[in-house]
């Protein structure tokens, strides 16, 4: 038995029963997946399914549907979700052509968990970013009085003038604004540099 998820997938078992997604190109439309959120999905699923040629057994079906339900919404889901951000990552799975849900689950989680660990990352630099702005007069004068020249730290480099303060190992990789991580640096070798550690 086969069933359409979206206009992207269809649900099929094997002989051994395990379920597999079958992705299609773009255009065809599909109706299951609209059909299985339906609160009266299963009334709607008995009139259809004895019309369908590979459906022997309708109560048989249908208990396979319900059983699985829950998988056709959550594979539908993910592929909804990738269609409208228009994700390469549903390219990515499509050109897997037959996958096992698990695979497909495996795809969706990482990539979710990926995205959300880079959104965390980047709020806690920018809120790093705005203490060390708080105190960067502070930390200069310290600088200063701890010995270091007002003198850009690249060897040769004789600006000392409107210098910024760099730190050593990148803030956006957890550099703290501890003196022995910090320099002075002329703003041109500061931009070069970028979020690189020196
Ligand atoms: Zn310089």
């Known amino acids: 038995m086969e069933i359409r998820l979206s206009p992207r997938a269809s649900i099929f078992w094997d002989n051994s029963g395990a379920p597999f997604?079958?992705?299609?190109?773009l255009d065809r439309s599909g109706g299951w997946g609209g059909?299985?959120?339906?609160?009266?999905?299963?009334a709607v699923a008995r009139e259809i399914l004895p019309h369908l040629p590979e459906v022997d057994d309708v109560d048989d079906a249908l208990a396979?549907?319900?059983?699985?339900?829950?998988?056709?919404?959550?594979?539908?889901?993910?592929?909804?979700?990738?269609?409208?951000?228009?994700?390469?990552?549903?390219?990515?799975i499509c050109g897997m052509g037959n996958a096992s849900v698990d695979s497909v689950r495996a795809i969706w989680l990482a990539h979710r968990h990926?995205?959300?660990?880079?959104?965390?990352?980047?709020?806690?630099?920018?809120?790093?970013?705005?203490?060390?702005?708080?105190?960067?007069?502070?930390?200069?004068?310290?600088l200063i009085e701890s010995g270091v020249p007002y003198v850009c730290a690249i060897d040769g480099c004789p600006v000392s003038e409107d210098l910024?303060?760099?730190?050593?190992?990148?803030?956006?990789?957890?550099?703290?604004d501890e003196l022995e991580n910090l320099r002075f640096l002329c703003q041109p070798?500061?931009?070069e540099k970028g979020d690189r550690d020196a």
């Open 114 to 142: 990926q995205t959300t660990t880079q959104a965390a990352k980047r709020e806690i630099t920018k809120r790093r970013r705005y203490q060390f702005n708080r105190e960067r007069d502070v930390l200069m004068l310290r």
């Open 64 to 92: 396979q549907l319900e059983e699985l339900r829950a998988v056709f919404i959550e594979i539908g889901d993910i592929l909804l979700a990738l269609a409208q951000q228009r994700s390469s990552l549903l390219y990515e």
């Open 21 to 25: 997604v079958h992705f299609y190109g």
């Open 164 to 176: 910024t303060i760099d730190h050593v190992l990148a803030l956006s990789r957890g550099g703290a």
């Open 189 to 191: 070798h500061n931009s």
């Open 35 to 42: 059909i299985l959120r339906l609160p009266n999905w299963k």
